[in-house]
């Protein structure tokens, strides 16, 4: 009973840094929006199309060698999670900042607030807040990045969930390839792992994993994304999925080639 009291004080304490939230809705209306994720995918596409795009990219995309030609409105840090420690993540962070330019628009939970508090990061970006929340989107609710959102299993539900905030007319997936299955004990990612801040600072990505576990996680993850494909239809917004290859098969295809031949 305490812990919960405690949740709920936290809730109350960190509504306020939700506030400026507000400025961003619908700030995309009438526009499309690239979801970038970090799928080994991404490395056989010319990503320099979405430069002059609206996207939003998640997790390690900062140290794609395109980062600063898209120059993504957004990007998003998931939330840390164990075996990731607090001063694992902060190393996160702080090699971030190589990366991002002065006022990159950058999300993280304020479950992480105190660790980019304590390692002091991120001064020179504009950095905005969302809260993680546990609830199941439901397709007549609504997302509201002031209050606490519906639960997330992977970045790119962050990431949807902000496109649809700001009112995006048709949402893009990149990078979702949800393939690791197919691959374990290998990258999951574009780049290589020894290459990642987490990784170097001790983290492994593989240390508690067995099929039986991978399974039921892929059983939750497509769960997540049938509720968010109802959600957007419910709203008459379009998702497409233009990752190469992957599993990820709720969303039409589409070619990153043809949607940027299309007028905007």
């Not at 304590?118 to 397709?139: A, E, R, W």
Request: positive net charge.
């Amino acid at each position: 009973k305490s812990v919960e009291i405690y949740s709920a004080y936290l809730r109350w304490h960190d509504k306020k840094f939700l506030k400026k939230n507000v400025e961003l809705k619908d700030s995309a209306l009438g526009k499309r929006c690239f979801v970038i994720a970090t799928g080994p995918s991404i490395k056989t596409q010319d990503l320099t199309r979405l430069a002059g795009e609206i996207s939003i990219s998640v997790s390690n995309f900062y140290v794609h060698p395109d980062f600063k030609t898209i120059k993504p409105l957004y990007h998003i840090f998931a939330p840390s999670h164990l075996p990731i420690t607090p001063e694992q993540y902060g190393v996160m962070l702080k090699d971030s900042e190589k990366y991002f330019p002065e006022n990159q628009n950058i999300f993280i939970s304020t479950t992480d607030r105190h660790i980019v508090e304590k390692f002091d990061v991120l001064k020179k970006q504009n950095v905005y807040y969302y809260m993680p929340g546990h609830k199941d989107l439901k397709t007549r609710c609504t997302i509201d990045f002031t209050k606490q959102l519906p639960a997330i299993q992977t970045s790119p539900h962050i990431a949807i969930y902000l496109a649809l905030y700001v009112s995006a007319k048709e949402i893009f997936l990149l990078g979702t390839d949800h393939d690791w299955i197919l691959h374990l004990g290998e990258t999951r990612h574009f780049y290589d792992e020894k290459d990642s801040s987490l990784s170097q600072a001790g983290y492994n990505e593989w240390s508690e994993t067995d099929l039986g576990t991978e399974c039921a996680a892929y059983v939750s993850l497509w769960d997540k994304y049938r509720k968010i494909r109802s959600y957007a239809k419910h709203r008459g917004i379009p998702m497409y999925n233009a990752t190469v290859g992957g599993l990820l098969d709720l969303f039409p295809r589409k070619k990153l080639e043809d949607i940027t031949k299309e007028t905007t």
